[in-house]
């Protein structure tokens, strides 16, 4: 394939916006090489703009559930924008989505708009320590919650201790407030809730991680933290930002059968436009400006476009339910293809994979956290990534993603892309 015009797009934007990318994973600096320059998408495919085209496995980081430019999202949008974009005060449509939302999703009573995922959990966990009148939560490795300061925590030197900071610019005032702990490990979260008693106001995790692969929750790990916050009037907080709207409408709390008490999510509910929220029931809720004391705010918060295209999404999803079972089906035949491909071939691998996420990890081991996730193969998933690139299927590009199916994803899609690893596989050796 041939890159030319992306190359120097990719030039010109490295003079004025730092790293070419406004989001550094898209900058490819996990896999090296320069990143695709998209101009346009439809349905399952992106089309760059030297023409080349891709089956897309990201689907913007997961939003596009029923693929791009979806028709009703589009018109709803497009619609709305003719109306005027914004006007800072309420708007009808905002309690439509609201609603609609709150009828889809088990345990919450209220739902607040934001404008991403991040803002989401960082108001998420300001509202529970709010509540619970406490300082400190728990985070996990490896689970990502947008880039606010309280999350941007790596593992200290022991294992039960305080967090240090994980970039340059967050302070160690901040970091000391978030304790880290391995997932799929409910011994360690135990030990630390016992060392910090009365201290803990919210444990925050993706109930199915996404940001280190696709790693799944072993039932007594899930419900094991259910337990320990009930039993230590510690908030459970759902990131559901990637599994909100997209495991089904339920979500991570109806896959998992699990209640949360505050549960926040992005992606999937702006239906491609920049939204997130945040939702609790009635007495977490409550808490928040200008009913109660903890303030939250935004300018574009509950944007009409945005709602606009929200509202469309759910709508959809609503009247179209079968398609997270349509969806479940394909990444199981992508994930027996790619067994059967990756078997024959005899380099070591593992696939994670649930609902419509799915990932694949070089290593023997079982990934079931961010240390097993990181003992991977990384050279070889670097190949692997620019084989299939070259060969038009688009993956996250890191080994710490996980894939998004959409609904536009055709089985003859997923066959090129099983025929695309076998010839991939080859240099993989
Ligand atoms: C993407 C993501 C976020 C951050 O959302 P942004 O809209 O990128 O700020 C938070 N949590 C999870 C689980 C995510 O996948």
């Known amino acids: 394939m041939n890159y030319q015009r992306s190359s120097a797009l990719f030039d010109q934007a490295k ?23 998209i101009a346009s998408a439809k349905g399952a495919y992106l089309y760059d703009v030297d023409g080349n085209k891709y089956i897309d496995f990201i689907a913007s980081w997961g939003p596009l559930i029923l693929g791009h430019a979806y028709e009703p999202v589009i018109d709803a949008v497009t619609e709305k924008a003719k109306k005027g974009t914004s006007f800072g005060t309420p708007t009808e449509i905002e309690t439509e989505i609201a609603k609609l939302a709150v009828s889809m999703v088990p345990n919450i009573d209220k739902i607040r708009f934001v404008n991403s995922g991040t803002e989401a959990c960082m108001s998420a966990v300001r509202l529970a320590r709010g509540f619970t009148s406490r300082e400190k939560i728990i985070k996990f490795a490896g689970c990502y919650h947008g880039h606010s300061d309280s999350f941007l925590i790596q593992a200290g030197s022991g294992a039960v201790t305080f967090g240090s900071p994980n970039s340059p610019g967050v302070t160690r005032g901040t970091a000391k407030d978030t304790l880290l702990a391995a997932y799929n490990n409910l011994e360690q979260v135990k030990e630390i809730v016992a060392a910090n ?5 919210a444990i925050i995790l993706e109930p199915i991680a996404g940001n280190m692969g696709c790693i799944i929750p072993s039932k007594s790990f899930i419900e094991g933290l259910r337990a320990l916050c009930t039993a230590n009037d510690i908030l459970l907080i759902f990131d559901e930002v990637m599994t909100g709207f997209r495991l089904g409408l339920g979500g991570a709390q109806q896959a998992l059968q699990v209640d949360a008490d505050i549960v926040t999510f992005g992606k999937v509910i702006g239906g491609g436009l920049p939204v997130g929220a945040f939702a609790a029931r009635n007495e977490i809720m409550n808490f928040l400006a200008p009913n109660g004391p903890v303030y939250q705010a935004g300018t574009l918060s509950g944007n009409p476009l945005a709602m606009s295209a929200g509202l469309a999404m759910l709508q ?44 694949l990890h070089f290593t023997e081991e079982p990934v079931i956290d961010f240390e097993s996730a990181a003992k991977a193969n990384n ?24 894939y998004f199916l959409n609904d536009a994803i055709s089985y003859s899609d997923l066959d090129q892309t099983i025929a695309a690893l076998e010839r991939v596989l080859p240099s993989l050796m």
């Open 15 to 37: 003079q004025y916006i730092p790293g070419g990318v406004n989001s550094p994973v898209r900058a490819f600096n996990a896999v090296g090489g320069n990143p695709v320059f």
């Open 197 to 201: 008693p009365n201290e803990i106001a």
């Open 316 to 359: 959809a999803l609503q009247s179209r339910q079968e398609v997270f079972e349509s969806l479940e089906e394909k990444t199981a035949y992508l994930h027996r293809g790619f067994d059967e491909k990756l078997k024959a071939s005899g380099i070591p691998y593992q696939i994670n994979r649930f609902g419509s996420m799915i990932s």
């Open 379 to 402: 050279a070889r998933f670097k190949k692997y990534f620019h084989g299939m690139l070259a060969e038009g299927i688009y993956l996250p590009p890191s080994a710490f993603e996980s």
